[in-house]
């Protein structure tokens, strides 16, 4: 009975969208202390269910036909957790990628990140992925994995600087010349539009360095579930709060 009534809500909540993100960025927070709470045992497991939930998601996404979505699967924070946490978690996001990369050839899948930072075989699935659904024309799904939003701006100046010196650039003229499309450039995510829509789940009402740079002009929702309770309608919530609102990009 509850899933008739969770149908015809989900139907009405989609039915009223006019407007809809073409970029949509998540936070997907909230897994240890589902974990906790359900007395699951270990962070692992919370984790493992985390994942899951992705799969469900970029379904959600596939029907409304929004186009890109940007998911934090590990911060650079992260990597300082204890050690068989990290282990667990790199276990999880290769496999969540490897699945992603398997089991559905529409989507395009692109890590965004210190990627050469990350364990070796964590890295080389990213890669591997990132080179088999190349040419994939669907959902454009990029994981931040090892990604931290100030670590990306300060790569982005360090690489800009080594190809300007290489041009044979001087320091002033490249401050005299450098914009802000100079330095967007440069980013892990150029090529990528900046995000429409930010979501956080767990009830964490901040960004913790999620695409600083990108984020200047997103909307933002803050959701209190966690994010493996997160519903098909808690994201029909968050779409419809986007529509609501009239974007003016500062002017």
């Not at 290489?166 to 401050?175: C, M, N, S």
């Amino acid at each position: 009975m509850w899933q008739i009534v969770y149908r015809l809500y989900e139907r009405r909540l989609a039915a009223g969208l006019s407007t809809l993100p073409q970029h949509v960025g998540l936070i997907l927070d909230g897994n240890r202390r589902y974990a906790r709470e359900r007395g699951l045992g270990t962070a692992a497991a919370g984790h493992r269910e985390g994942a899951r939930k992705i799969d469900e998601l970029l379904e959600w996404c596939a029907e409304l036909d929004i186009p890109y979505v940007t998911l934090w699967l590990l911060s650079t924070d992260n990597l300082h957790r204890e050690a068989g946490e990290v282990a667990d978690l790199v276990d999880i996001i290769a496999e969540t990628v490897e699945r992603i990369a398997t089991r559905r050839p529409e989507v395009r899948l692109t890590a965004v990140g210190a990627i050469d930072a990350l364990p070796d075989p964590l890295a080389r699935v990213l890669k591997d992925a990132e080179e088999r659904t190349a040419h994939a024309r669907g959902l454009h799904v990029q994981v931040a994995v090892g990604y931290g939003g100030r670590e990306e701006i300060v790569d982005a100046l360090r690489a800009l600087l080594a190809e300007r010196e290489a041009a044979g650039d001087g320091l002033p003229e490249v401050i005299d010349s450098l914009s802000l499309e100079e330095i967007a450039a440069h980013l892990y995510t150029t090529g990528t539009p900046d995000p429409d829509l930010i979501i956080r789940t767990s009830g964490e009402i901040r960004l913790s360095g999620f695409l600083l740079w990108q984020s200047a002009h997103s909307e933002f929702h803050f959701c209190d579930a966690y994010w493996p309770d997160f519903r098909k309608t808690d994201f029909l919530r968050a779409l419809r709060d986007y529509a609501s609102r009239k974007r003016r990009f500062g002017q």
